[in-house]
């Protein structure tokens, strides 16, 4: 006969999942590591899993104890398996943007959970962090794991995780992006694969009001970067142990929006009924892929937990279309403008040693006010007409001068699925148009006046 002897031993060895429609027009090849498979239904199972079992081994968890944890819900249920299994209690606390779901499951699995404020600092007394380390203190032979700070958390995906991939990619992965949260499965992961192949990119999803890209970037922690924020599992106003900023090459900021809208394309065209925070990862690591990686490359992008944790928010429409999520317009992202824009579809570029006169000229015949500015492939400029105007009138010498000593910066290149609303704000007096990619890789420049037409054709 071939069983398990509890539930804990199915954790892991989750299946990798190609993705085959919202990645159209992304380079290489797009692999989902599935982690709603564990049976917790979150990757979180690894890690609660494996500060158990360490936290047993040091004494640090007794017999008939109390595990106590503050979490976003997965984590939570991660433990709650592994203490019926070895029979533990459980206390939770967890922040009130916490879904509906995620407290009803930690309840129907037996465990006690305490909902604190979110909109506080990570020290005041109120906060889950604060709320469950005064339970440890105040109650008896219990154990606090501490998820952000436990080494057992990315140890667990450095033996598990990492492992994993690398052999069911037989070593061809060359990138892997994950969402950071506590940083347990990016640090974990990326340090295993690393290992294996030093050349492997990692790519960590943030999102906004959290402090990780700026401190990557900078070394700086600014507090100016912390702002209430709706995704859950991504994202910190704290620097956690488990954070280790030397493995992650990259990082990418999502929206709300933006990853919410993605989970469920995510559900709609590749099946996947997944949560939150895997759209947000999807999202940022397609971003990124479409101008790094190339048509060899594999990446591989963990999708953290199931939908069920979700019904009551991103997967209620009228939850969506409260907070403005779900655009109603015809027109409804970069695609959409695309596939209406009259003409032939070829870009009219202009070589960067060709001179200001020789621009001009191509403006007036193509009656287009921008022009972007290329180097062979490669874009490395831009021309607006009414800045070309201005610089003349102070010097005539300027249309024989070349393109490269009058240009502007590049235009922005935007996701194809960018909705009007995001294109709107990017797109500005200084900055009249973006560029994009369509599915076979093809630039095209979207302007103020695609905008315009847009919004006011319903």
């Known amino acids: 006969m071939h069983y398990y002897n509890s539930i804990i031993e199915t954790i892991g060895d989750t299946p990798l999942v190609k993705l085959n429609s919202v990645n159209k027009g992304v380079p290489g090849t797009i692999l989902v590591k599935v982690e709603y498979f564990n049976p917790g239904n979150s990757m979180k199972d690894r890690m609660a899993l494996k500060m158990i079992e360490d936290a047993e081994k040091r004494g640090d968890l007794k017999p008939g104890g109390t ?64 709320v469950a380390s005064k339970l440890n203190k105040d109650i008896e032979n219990s154990y606090y794991p501490n998820q952000y700070d436990n080494t057992s958390n990315a140890q667990a995906h450095y033996e598990t995780t990492g492992p994993e991939i690398w052999r069911d990619t037989e070593g061809k992965i060359t990138h892997w992006a994950a969402g950071v949260g506590t940083g347990g499965s990016m640090c974990g992961t990326s340090k295993y694969l690393k290992e294996q192949n030093p050349e492997v990119v990692s790519v960590g999803i943030d999102t906004y009001g959290s402090v990780f890209k700026k401190y990557k970037e900078t070394g700086v922690f600014d507090e100016k970067e912390i702002y ?30 933006d990853g919410a809208i993605m989970t469920r394309r995510l559900a709609r065209e590749e099946g996947m009924f997944c949560g939150w925070s895997c759209g947000s990862a ?117 249309q024989s001068k070349p393109v490269s000593e009058v240009m502007d910066k590049p235009f922005q290149f935007v996701p194809l699925d960018n909705t009007l609303d995001v294109l709107s704000s990017v797109i500005t007096k200084d900055n009249p148009a973006v560029m994009v990619r369509d599915e076979n890789r093809a630039p095209h420049i979207i302007t103020q006046h695609d905008i315009l037409k847009a919004m006011t054709s319903n």
């Open 228 to 257: 209430p924020y709706l995704t859950e599992g991504i994202g910190e106003d704290i620097l956690p142990k488990n954070v280790d900023f030397s493995v992650i090459d990259h990082f990418v900021k999502v929206t709300d929006k």
């Open 67 to 130: 595990i106590i944890e503050g979490t976003s819900g997965n984590t939570g249920m991660g433990l709650a398996l592994g203490a019926i299994a070895k029979g533990y209690k459980c206390i939770f606390t967890l922040a009130d943007k916490q879904s509906q779901e995620k407290i009803d499951i930690l309840k129907a699995v037996g465990a006690e959970v305490i909902v604190c404020p979110t909109n506080v600092e990570p020290d005041d007394p109120r906060s889950y962090y604060s």
């Open 282 to 398: 999807v999202a940022g690591a397609l971003d990124w892929a479409k101008e790094n990686m190339s048509d060899d490359d594999v990446m591989v992008i963990i999708l953290p937990d199931h939908g069920t944790r979700y019904l009551g928010k991103i997967y209620n429409d009228d939850w969506m279309q409260a907070r403005g999520f779900v655009e109603e317009r015809e027109f409804e992202t970069a695609a959409d403008i695309l596939a209406h824009q009259n003409g032939n579809g070829n870009l009219t570029t202009i070589a960067q040693t060709a001179t200001v006169g020789d621009a001009i000229r191509m403006m007036t015949a193509n009656s287009i006010s921008q022009l972007p500015v290329v180097d062979g492939d490669n874009f490395v400029g831009s021309l607006i007409d009414s800045k070309l105007l201005a610089q003349m009138i102070g010097d005539e010498t300027l």
